[in-house]
């Protein structure tokens, strides 16, 4: 799915590097001479660090630490950077650093020295050494979204499409339209204020394409990074990026405007467009953590990953798991930290032989995205579901048929792809994150899939259907309003707690209640279904929290028609 569009249940106290056995299994031991390449080094520790937990303002931006307060997530050792003194021992070793990555603790990096991979092998920080091979490029854009198409458009075809709402939108309008975004805009709510980090394969045309004249001088692209190439230009190589920003960040108005596009962008590229390795996966996490650390709210990854040039690395379903791919592991950990991750669920709907979404979307906590045409109508291309678990994929879906997106330097026209309906419903998410700053992901999750055409009986095809963004905001209200006057389906006590857990139900009558508990990175690890009444309100939840490590879950009492989300914290 490559641009565009592809950990285990105690996430809360398993690192990465508990997943040593699925790198192996993608990679080679190194035991003695090898050929020049790429390689991930992993380290043992992070011990005797520079860092604190104590001082998190030293590698986190102070957005990302407001987040985390917001949120009640913990900042902990793997928050810390890589020991810059292991980054210095493989330096010295004479690899070349590439990409470090704090939540799995190693980093990648490149030699043309069969003999330097033995000395970096034989620190003793220094736990694996995994390679991950380069095929030479070929100059041809091998991407996971390089089947996607653009059709330009003309300028009367687009002035002309039919808007609704305060703003004339252009050729946006329908793809805005279709999931009721003029409501959000109409409020006010265009993204202000809110960080969207988008990561992609290249944003050629950025610079020059008027859709974002409004984006330049208002200095709302806060920065770039490069993965690929560290200390690259991003605006090189891909216009792919281009047209994915578009759709969440253009402003013209009669010509296009997009679905965020008063919010601020970070443009990270950790995609290779003339080559599908690997070591992709890997810069996506590490620029997942570069989201994090500068604050980014949302991420929207139109990229993907199943196959590799390298067959040796190809993804199966069985790893469509959320527990296993590089990538998904990175996404889920940036939803931990309170993100909200949306991600192109791919476009291998019309293969015969793996119609199945990719890798990142894959995970618990990712928001997948599936396409349909303007009339909402699937795309025959939008890959499919379940995952290999069993789960819904794709989580809901917008236009990714005929989207309306900006081309080269200053065109236009229809794009088909994921890549594309996937920021649809990035930019407008954060606008909703706009409305209710204060909701965690799951909230946000629910109340987007509650609110879709499908809700009362998702599949695997487009999940929970195309959202409504205007039920979706009515739900955040209701949920807001009661949390305010005090007003709740449910109450835990105490909270925090040990080993005894109480919920009381506010029911006015006999009602079959179904009670789910959730860990951080979405994974369910409880449901029970109850009847209780007005004068039995109370679950006793002891003997299912003893059976919970310590951390932060979260509670979903469901009752017809309703749906509410609390957080507990099992100390």
């Known amino acids: 799915m490559k641009k565009f569009v592809n950990m285990t249940n105690n996430y809360s106290n398993m690192k990465f590097i508990s997943t040593l056995a699925v790198l192996l299994a993608l990679g080679t031991m190194l035991t003695g001479q090898v050929a020049p390449d790429k390689y991930y080094i992993q380290f043992t520790d992070k011990n005797n660090s520079p860092y604190s937990i104590n001082q998190p303002e030293e590698f986190l931006s102070q957005r990302a630490i407001d987040r985390r307060e917001k949120y009640g997530i913990v900042i902990t050792e793997e928050d810390l950077p890589v020991n810059p003194a292991y980054l210095q021992g493989v330096s010295a070793a004479g690899a070349q650093l590439l990409n470090p990555t704090k939540?799995?603790?190693?980093?990648?990096?490149?030699?043309?020295?069969t003999t330097v991979i033995e000395l970096i092998g034989a620190l003793p920080y220094v736990q694996n050494v995994v390679k991950l091979p380069q095929p030479i490029p070929t100059g041809i854009d091998k991407a996971y979204f390089a089947n996607e198409t653009i059709a330009l458009a003309e300028k009367l075809e687009y002035n002309n499409l039919k808007n609704t709402g305060t703003y004339n939108y252009g050729g946006a309008g329908p793809q805005i339209n279709q999931i009721n975004g003029t409501v959000l805009h109409d409020m006010g709510y265009q993204g202000q204020g809110v960080v969207i980090a988008v990561l992609d394969g290249g944003f050629s045309g950025t610079e020059q394409h008027p859709f974002f004249d409004s984006l330049w001088m208002n200095n709302r692209v806060l920065g770039t990074k490069d993965f690929v190439h560290p200390g690259g230009n991003v605006f090189t190589e891909s216009g792919h990026g281009n047209s994915v920003l578009s759709t969440m960040a253009a402003y013209s108005p009669g010509q296009m405007i997009g679905t965020a596009p008063q919010a601020g962008y970070w443009l990270l590229r950790p995609e290779d467009v003339q080559s599908e390795n690997v070591i992709e996966e890997y810069n996506w996490v590490s620029a997942a953590e570069f989201a994090d650390s500068v604050g980014a709210d949302i991420i929207n990854s139109s990229l993907g990953y199943i196959d590799f040039d390298n067959p040796q690395f190809n993804h199966t379903y069985q790893d469509m798991n959320g527990a296993t791919n590089v990538s998904t592991r990175g996404a889920d950990r940036a939803a931990e930290k309170g993100i909200v991750v949306v991600n192109s669920a791919g476009n291998s709907g019309n293969d015969p032989d793996f119609p199945y979404i990719g890798a990142p979307a894959d995970g618990f906590n990712v928001l997948s995205i599936g396409a349909v045409d303007p009339d909402g109508v699937r795309a025959s291309?939008?890959?499919?579901?379940?995952?290999?678990?069993?789960?819904?994929?794709?989580?809901i879906a917008a236009t990714g048929q005929n989207t309306f997106v900006a081309?080269?330097?200053s065109d236009a026209g229809f794009g088909n792809g994921t890549s594309f309906s996937s920021p649809v419903i990035a930019g407008m998410t954060a606008c909703l994150v706009q409305a209710y700053p204060e909701m965690p992901v799951i909230e946000v999750h629910n109340a987007l899939k509650q609110s879709g055409s499908q809700a009362l009986n998702p599949d695997d095809i487009l999940g929970w259907g195309i959202p409504d963004y205007g039920v979706a905001y009515g739900l955040l209200l209701e949920i807001a309003g009661n949390q305010a006057n005090g007003k709740t389906l449910v109450e835990a006590f105490p909270n925090p707690f040990r080993y005894e857990l109480d919920l009381k139900l506010n029911l006015d009558s006999i009602e079959l209640v179904v009670v789910e508990l959730i860990s951080t990175s979405g994974k369910l690890v409880y449901s029970g279904k109850y009847t209780r009444s007005r004068a039995d309100r109370i679950i006793n939840l002891d003997r299912v929290v003893n059976l919970l490590n310590s951390g932060v879950f979260y509670v979903r009492v469901v009752i017809p028609e309703k749906t509410e989300v609390i957080k507990i914290i099992k100390q």
Do not use: A, L
């Open 407 to 409: 081309y080269g330097m």
């Open 103 to 113: 939540w799995m603790n190693g980093v990648t990096v490149f030699t043309e020295d």
């Open 381 to 395: 291309f939008s890959s499919i579901g379940p995952t290999y678990d069993g789960r819904h994929k794709p989580t």
